[in-house]
Structures are given as C-alpha cells and as structure tokens.
C-alpha cells in the first residue's frame, strides 16, 4: 500500500505523500508556478471541458488565480494543490478542494493534468491521495466530482477513486467559451464510510521531465 502522510498538521498548505506523487502547494510569488498554473489553464483540452468564471489569459491574471486559491485557503472554503512526482521534478497537474461547507462536511473536487503529463494515472492517483485527506484531515463526509456530460477520462478517473455516478445534472455547468449557455454534468460522489479503492500500483517514472 503507497504511504500517506501530512507534513505538518500545523500548515494551512500540507504536503502530501503517496501513490508515487507529492502534493505541495502553488506558490503565486513563483513565477514558475504562475508559468505552470496559466499553462494548465490556457490548455485546449481543459479550455474544451472547463469555462472559468474568470478567464486567466496572461501572467498576471493567472498569479491572481492563484492568490485567489490562497485565500480560500486561508478562511477555510478551498484547498489547492500542485502535482509532482514524489522525486520531485515539474508540476505535473493540479488537483483542489473546493466550496468547502464545515457544517455539512461536504466539498467538490477538480482537477487537470498537463499535456505531457497524461497517460500515466496521475489524475486517478492525485484525486485518491486528495480524496483520503480531505475524509481524514479535514474530517469531511462528502466528496462530489461533477464533470461536463461526454468528459469520459475524467468519468474513468471519478469511478476508478471510487466516485459512485448519482445522476445527470441539467444545464449545471457552462458550455465551452461561453456564459450565456449551458450544459448537462455528469454528478459522481463519494462519501467517508465508502470501502477504499485499490489503485494499481504508480508509473515508475509519471514525471516525463
């Protein structure tokens, strides 16, 4: 079984370990992290199945991004991580918690991969490494993933981690591009009594840096 642990109980931004990935947190003050963050973000794939309510399109608006995932850090409403190899090396993805609700112990998750770094499970494996810290350190009861209808890679990694599908939410998310017009999602969840998925076991090498 991968090891897991919490580096400190202390931090706002834990590290997490496990499943041949380490999860640190953005950094907005390195211009590495905003370089990767607008990446990420700018990238057609995630552009095709996302529509943010605030476009990040240049340096400075995705360093505003990612102070705005600071602060929802620091009030306790969201949790954001960058995806590395558990050597080390480049981001490989990002994966949050997020809409944090303390008193209904519930949250959703999201996430996205960098082109280079697809094909080696590593949304499957961060979601699981985020997935036991929210139920744990967090102490949350709910876990909700909702993906745009047809995202089937991001259908295989909710049910690979043990999110159960719930249903089809009508026009609940925008359509690509646009926020005069929606489309259906696809609702999956997982709560803390759910048995523990059994993931194969990491790339030898998920970091193609």
Request: aromatic share 8%; hydrophobic share 40%; glycine share 10%.
């Amino acid at each position: 079984m991968s090891g897991f642990h919490v580096k400190s109980s202390a931090e706002p931004f834990p590290e997490l370990h496990g499943h041949g990935l380490l999860l640190r947190p953005w950094d907005a003050d390195s211009d590495v992290d905003v370089a990767a963050w607008l990446r990420g973000v700018s990238d057609p794939e995630f552009q095709r199945w996302n529509t943010p309510l605030r476009p990040v399109r240049d340096i400075d608006s995705a360093r505003e991004s990612l102070r705005s995932r600071t602060e929802s850090a620091a009030d306790g409403t969201g949790v954001s991580f960058c995806v590395m190899a558990e050597s080390g090396g480049t981001a490989l993805g990002h994966i949050g918690i997020n809409e944090i609700d303390h008193v209904m112990r519930v949250a959703r998750v999201g996430y996205w991969v960098l082109p280079e770094a697809r094909g080696h499970q590593v949304a499957t494996r961060a979601l699981a490494l985020a997935s036991r810290f929210a139920f744990g350190a967090i102490r949350l009861h709910r876990l909700e993933l909702g993906h745009a209808l047809g995202h089937e890679a991001s259908c295989r990694v909710a049910e690979r981690c043990g999110f159960r599908y719930e249903g089809t939410l009508r026009g609940a998310m925008f359509q690509a591009g646009r926020h005069d017009a929606f489309r259906d999602v696809h609702l999956h969840a997982r709560v803390a009594t759910d048995p523990m998925p059994v993931l194969p076991d990491p790339d030898p090498d998920p970091d193609p840096a």
